[in-house]
């Protein structure tokens, strides 16, 4: 079948001041593909995502989604087309219940009918928001205010998710039970970019991975093929 290109960075440069975080970064994601981007603390995976959805400005080079240029597009618009950032750390808003941080997250979403179903479908994919919806937030379990991230994203009706480290912070069984969910997403159509700590895991997962290093693409192939390379292993997975 002909593969779309959904999302598309053409040499890439960003950074924070004078500290170049990206330098020259290449990369793409077919529609309907799950792709993940490894790599050590400072390669610059999170200014990676933050780049793509707008969060911080490329000092060079092109961000395409959907086969039009969004390398100046603001952040809320990105959004709007369906672009969506999970950022790290779960951002849940206290003092507001389940059901509003959702209703937060469907701030695109125009048709209050279409936000109903959006909701359903949330519940369906995590029944326990559903249980604690009219509950705090910030009162849910580590793993629960991921879900509330990860929902709130999908409220959107992402036609891209970008996942940075969903898995931080949460205990083993829970690292298991977000990737299943991110596993679900995927099977069920969307097309994501997951950043991850867990690089194993994550190239199980994934269908194609690229390894950041201090901002170029050190390395990049079929998931399968990264995941059989010792040498990889070794040394970008920290193995
Ligand atoms: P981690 O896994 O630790 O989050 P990362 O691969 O996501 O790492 P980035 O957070 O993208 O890496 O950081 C890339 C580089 O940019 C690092 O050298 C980092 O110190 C620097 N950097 C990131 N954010 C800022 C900032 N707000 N101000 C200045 N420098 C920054």
């Known amino acids: 079948a002909p593969t779309e290109t959904l999302l598309e960075l053409e040499n890439i440069t960003a950074g924070y001041g004078r500290i170049v ?25 999170t200014t990676t995502l933050k780049t793509i959805s707008g969060l911080v400005r490329a000092s060079g080079g092109t961000v395409r989604f959907a086969g039009e240029d969004i390398t100046q597009t603001p952040a809320h618009e990105i959004a709007r087309r369906g672009l969506v950032h999970v950022p790290e750390g779960r951002h849940v808003l206290r003092g507001l219940s389940v059901r509003e941080n ?3 997250g469907a701030f695109t979403v125009k048709d209050p009918a279409t936000r109903r179903k959006r909701m359903d479908e949330v519940f369906a994919l995590f029944p326990v928001l559903a249980k604690r919806q009219h509950g705090d937030g910030s009162l849910l379990s580590g793993g629960e205010q991921q879900m509330l991230a990860i929902g709130r994203a999908l409220m959107h009706g992402p036609r891209l998710l970008l996942l940075d480290e969903p898995s931080m912070g949460l205990a083993p069984k829970l690292v298991i039970e977000t990737m299943q969910i991110v596993k679900r997403l995927s099977e069920a159509g969307t097309t994501i970019l997951l ?18 290093e201090s901002g170029h693409i050190r390395m990049q192939g079929e998931a399968a093929t990264l995941r059989a390379d010792k040498s990889i292993v070794q040394a970008y997975l920290g193995e």
């Open 102 to 104: 959702l209703e937060l």
């Open 195 to 212: 950043v991850e700590q867990n690089a194993r895991l994550a190239l199980k997962l994934a269908h194609y991975g690229y390894v950041l």
């Open 21 to 45: 975080a990206l330098n020259g970064i290449d990369l793409k994601v077919q529609t309907g593909a799950m792709v993940t981007l490894l790599g050590a603390n400072g390669a610059g995976k």
